[in-house]
């Protein structure tokens, strides 16, 4: 069945960076859009970032533009999250998404404090 596997979260002081990776099964990954959201406690989960199938034509969220970068490798079944110049406020549970099907992974969390 389709699955996606986050893995990458934890702990990162402000101004450090963190790497997320979503490892995919079950679908053929280098046909389909990828995407990542994240949901800060008390908040909606809300849209990061995405990755095209074909051309590898990338869209971010406003909050996030300059400081993220959403990669994918289809020979590992594999999407990115590189997220440098972190803040507080970017601290939340990371998901990763299968647009096309509506699948989401389980999640990883990332806390960015001092």
């Known amino acids: 069945q389709v699955q996606l596997v986050e893995s990458g979260g934890g702990l990162v002081q402000p101004g450090g960076s963190l790497r997320l990776s979503c490892a995919a099964s079950?679908?053929?990954?280098?046909?389909?859009?990828m995407a990542w959201y994240r949901q800060a406690p008390g908040k909606e989960r809300e849209y990061v970032a995405a990755?095209?199938?074909?051309?590898?034509?990338?869209n971010y969220a406003n909050s996030v533009k300059g400081r993220f970068t959403i990669t994918r490798d289809n020979a590992k079944m594999t999407v990115y999250l590189q997220m440098n110049s972190l803040k507080p406020e970017d601290t939340a549970v990371y998901y990763c998404?299968?647009?096309?099907?509506?699948?989401w992974g389980q999640g990883t969390q990332v806390t960015v404090s001092s």
């Open positions: 990755i095209s199938n074909t051309d590898d034509n990338t």
């Open positions: 998404q299968l647009p096309a099907r509506a699948i």
């Open positions: 079950g679908f053929t990954f280098s046909m389909y859009t």
